[in-house]
Nanobody
Framework: QVRLVESGGGFVQAGGSLRLSCAASGFHFSVSTMGWYRQAPGKQRELVASILSTGTKTNYADSVKGRFTISRDNARRTVDLQMNSLKPEDTATYYC???????????WGQGTLVTVSS
């Protein structure tokens, strides 16, 4: 079955950087669109970035555009999220996910917590 394991979160001051990584298994990673979501306390989970299977096209939420970069390594079955110029409002638990057609999976990993102090 789908298994997604996120890592790389931590505590950082505003303006700092973090790189998140997600290790995926249990599905055909190299043909799947992947994404990073985040969920802040008391808020709904939101999609922040996605990347097509070939890595040739990416999309970002307006709130992170120009600061976050999503990338993938199909050989290693990983998808990363480079986060620069972090802001306190980026504080959240970050999750990766896989999209089947037009629908995101309902299988979630444990997530990785990012805390940005002001």
């Amino acid at each position: 079955q789908v298994r997604l394991v996120e890592s790389g979160g931590g505590f950082v001051q505003a303006g700092g950087s973090l790189r998140l990584s997600c290790a995926a298994s249990g599905f055909h990673f190299s043909v799947s669109t992947m994404g990073w979501y985040r969920q802040a306390p008391g808020k709904q989970r939101e999609l922040v970035a996605s990347i097509l299977s070939t890595g040739t096209k990416t999309n970002y939420a307006d709130s992170v555009k120009g600061r976050f970069t999503i990338s993938r390594d199909n050989a290693r079955r990983t998808v990363d999220l480079q986060m620069n110029s972090l802001k306190p409002e980026d504080t959240a638990t970050y999750y990766c996910n896989v999209r089947y057609g037009s629908t995101w999976s309902d299988s979630w990993g444990q997530g990785t917590l990012v805390t940005v102090s002001s």
